[in-house]
Each structure stands twice: as structure tokens, then as C-alpha cells.
């Protein structure tokens, strides 16, 4: 049987809800956790999959947790739940059980780590290549858009209708990892799923305002700087461009208010593949990837640097200076690309370094 296009569930799947749903039911306090520096996948399953615990087992107590060291980013405050979340490092319980979703490893849990490791059982949902099964139930669906299909999947399973609030914490994790339907990996499962939590109460329209159409002043000046600094390759077939520690003063931004920058580079016409490199405080450069072909997995890139992420959406991180790591990774990108032909069938070139 398939799963994310027919929206029919294999029998791994049925089971591993059946034994969440067990593990749920006999817990007296669980703990959830996304990935740190979280995006609307992490958040949105995370939030609706602790509204789905509660309706399960009311008498449990839910604590929603935050993996790194910030606050909720503001364009994610709006979510239901969003004020519910705390800090991991000031979680002293002990779970019953521990919920990880939209994580692949338990170092990326960061600050929520604790809570795992001290937990009675665990959970893991996660739609990422490189997931480790790292819980005593681990489920994993590869070709899921997001995490969110997966946790919309789980409540439909249970026979549940969230109420408009959680509709929506599910609709921003379906809409921020396609990219607004546009990255490679929608497909019918993504858009069935949307629909259906359109007709729960889910709202688009404050989706794309609070997350898409809500950027500080400040931001659209950097986006303008990227801009400028846009560069291609010398094959032609990779755009990149880049955020410096320098930037972030004059601007008077954090580091996760760029994420977003990857989609300004993502515009360029006529590319397979864009980067964007932000300078770190510490000596090290984050780099986010995208694909804009089918045919290339970017998330083979960032494995090599001990990165991860999708085939059309990964990131890592290297200890080097923004110089040294345009020309390294941006090069291995552009090597990924150029073995490949062009899009019309002609030879490239090589890569810039």
C-alpha cells in the first residue's frame, strides 16, 4: 500500500498509531518536543500532536517544549498552544512519555533531550531522511511532505476533528515545508490534507499574513542586501548569496529571522540549485539548501558536511570562514548539479571552486 499519495495508511503505520495510542492512553504526564530553531513543521505537529494527547487521555499533564534557547520566532506566536511552550531546560518531570516530532536525531533536541533520556517511553515522528530511530516506537514516512501529513494522519486514524486553532497549527506545518505548495515534495497526500483542515476551520489567508506577510522593516533591508549579493556559479546553475555577522548588527536582526532568506535566492530563474550562508558568532557558517529539480537530493550535500534535511530543503553547519565555505560548499553543490545534464540537455560547466 502507499501512503502519501492515496492517503492510505501501510500496516507499519496502523500499528505504530496503535501502540502511540496505547502509550498515550496510560501516561499520567507527557512531554513533547520539536527540533531546535523550529519552523512550522516542528511547532505545528508539535502543538497539534499535544492537543491530540489531551483528547486521548484528559487527566494527563502536557507540557509542549522549546529545544533551543529562544523564545517562539514571533511569525510563529499566532499558533494555539504557541504561549504553552516552555523552555526545556526548565523541565524538571519525568514523562511517562516523551514525543519527539519533526526530528531525526536526539542531538537536535537540544535543551528537550534531558526530558527524553529521563523518560519512562518514547515516540518518534519524523518525515526526514536521515531519522534515527532513536524511541521505543519510531515512525517514519519518507515520502511525507511534512510532519505535519504524518500527525494529520494520526488524528483522522483516532477519528478526531481538531477544532480551527489546531486545523491551522497543522495547515502552517503543511504549507511552511512544501514552501507554499511549491516546493518538489507537494504532492496529493499534502493537498488532500489541506483541504480537509480548510473545511475543520483552518485559515490560509492568517497563515500566509502572520508567516509570509508580516516581515519587519529591518528584514526587507537585508532581503534588499541579499539581493545585491545574489551570484551564480561559474556553471550558471547554482545562485547563492549571504548574511553577515556585520548585517545582523546593522540591522538589528537574529539569527533565526533569516531563515527566510532562502526563498529570496529561490526566485532566480534558470537554476537547479540555490544556497544562502549566514556567518555565525563563533567561527562557523550555517548554510541552508534548496533544490529546484527533482532529480537533485540536496540533503547528499549536507550529509557530507554532517548536515541533513530533505531531497528539496536541507541545511548544515561548518567551522570555517564565509569565504572558505563559498567556495566549499557551494562548490559541492555545484558539483552535485553539474552531474547532471542542463535542463535542456546541454553539457555544463564546472563548478566555481
Not at 105 to 121: Q, V, Y
Not at 195 to 207: D, R, T
Not at 240 to 256: A, G, I, N
Request: hydrophobic content about 40%; charged content about 25%.
Amino acid at each position: 500500500m502507499t501512503t502519501s499519495d492515496s492517503g492510505v495508511l501501510t500496516q507499519a503505520e496502523l500499528q505504530a498509531f496503535e501502540r502511540m495510542r496505547a502509550l498515550i492512553s496510560d501516561a499520567r504526564e507527557v512531554a513533547l518536543s520539536g527540533h531546535v530553531s523550529p519552523d512550522g513543521d516542528a511547532l505545528g505537529s508539535e502543538l497539534a500532536m499535544g492537543w491530540l494527547v489531551s483528547q486521548l487521555n484528559p487527566q494527563a499533564r502536557v507540557t509542549p517544549l522549546l529545544a533551543g534557547d529562544r523564545a517562539v520566532p514571533p511569525r510563529y506566536a499566532f499558533l494555539e498552544g504557541a504561549d504553552r511552550l516552555t523552555d526545556g531546560r526548565d523541565y524538571d518531570g519525568i514523562p511517562d512519555l516523551f514525543i519527539g516530532v519533526d526530528t531525526p536525531t536526539p542531538d537536535r533536541l537540544k535543551n528537550a533531550r534531558p526530558a527524553l533520556e529521563r523518560a519512562r517511553h518514547s515516540v518518534a515522528v519524523d518525515h526526514h531522511v536521515s531519522m534515527q530511530e532513536f524511541a521505543d516506537v519510531n515512525l517514519l514516512r519518507e515520502s511525507a511532505a511534512s510532519t505535519g501529513d504524518i500527525v494529520y494522519d494520526f488524528v483522522r486514524a483516532l477519528g478526531l476533528v481538531p477544532p480551527a486553532g489546531v486545523a491551522t497549527c497543522l495547515l502552517t506545518a503543511i504549507i511552511t515545508d512544501t514552501g507554499r505548495f511549491q516546493y518538489q515534495n507537494t504532492d496529493t497526500h499534502a493537498l488532500r490534507a489541506a483541504s480537509q483542515l480548510v473545511e475543520w476551520g483552518a485559515s490560509p489567508s492568517l497563515v500566509s499574513e502572520r508567516i509570509y506577510q508580516s516581515y519587519p522593516l529591518s528584514l526587507m533591508r537585508l532581503r534588499a542586501q541579499v539581493l545585491q549579493r545574489l551570484s551564480l556559479d561559474r556553471s550558471g546553475r547554482v545562485a547563492y548569496s549571504y548574511v553577515t555577522q556585520e548585517d545582523l548588527r546593522t540591522f538589528q536582526l537574529k539569527p533565526e529571522d533569516c531563515d527566510s532568506l532562502i526563498d529570496v535566492v529561490r526566485e532566480v530563474g534558470g537554476v537547479d540549485a540555490c544556497v544562502v550562508l549566514r556567518e555565525g558568532s563563533a567561527g562557523t557558517v550555517r548554510c541552508n539548501l534548496r533544490a529546484k529539480v527533482d532529480w537533485l537530493d540536496v540533503s547528499d550535500v549536507a550529509s557530507t558536511f554532517g548536515g541533513g534535511g530533505h531531497r528539496a530543503a536541507a541545511g548544515l553547519t561548518v567551522a570555517c570562514s564565509l569565504e572558505d565555505a563559498i567556495g566549499t560548499v557551494v562548490g559541492a553543490v555545484s558539483r552535485a548539479v553539474c552531474s547532471h545534464p542542463r535542463r535542456d540537455g546541454s553539457v555544463a560547466g564546472g563548478p566555481r571552486r
